[in-house]
Structures are given as structure tokens and as C-alpha cells.
């Protein structure tokens, strides 16, 4: 396994606070449909990695980096 390979997981927090909304927000977008697949699904969290959540955010929610 590659030393790069870090399991880097967000939650729906960490997504709200990414794109600068609310976490009921953050939670809606992430259930649309082609948001990624959550890796860890339990009662009460699910968690994402956090390279295909960019991934996803820089295809559909254009200067969530702060880039004009």
C-alpha cells in the first residue's frame, strides 16, 4: 500500500462547512442523485472520503474553492 494512501473521511459537517452552507443544506445535496457512495454507513453518521467529495464538488458546484 502506497504511504500516500491516507483514509481521510468528512462527515456532513465537515461537507457543510466546505461549501459554506448549512448542514441541513450540506445533508439535502448529499443525497442526490451521483453524489458519491458514503464509505462508512452506521445509524447515525455516514462518512465520505474526502478526494471524491472534491471530486464531486468541482464538477457540479463551480468556485466552492474560493477561485473566481
Known amino acids: 500500500m ?3 494512501c491516507v483514509l481521510d ?3 456532513v459537517s465537515d461537507f457543510a462547512s466546505m ?3 448549512s448542514r441541513s443544506r ?3 445535496l448529499t443525497r ?5 457512495t458514503p464509505a462508512v454507513v ?3 453518521i455516514r462518512l465520505w472520503h474526502r478526494r471524491d467529495v472534491e471530486a464531486w464538488c468541482d464538477q ?3 468556485g466552492w474553492r ?3
Open 2 to 4: 502506497s504511504s500516500e
Open 9 to 11: 473521511l468528512i462527515d
Open 19 to 21: 461549501l459554506g452552507v
Open 26 to 28: 450540506a445533508d439535502m
Open 32 to 36: 442526490y442523485a451521483g453524489f458519491p
Open 42 to 44: 452506521k445509524p447515525r
Open 60 to 62: 457540479h458546484r463551480a
Open 66 to 68: 474560493g477561485d473566481s
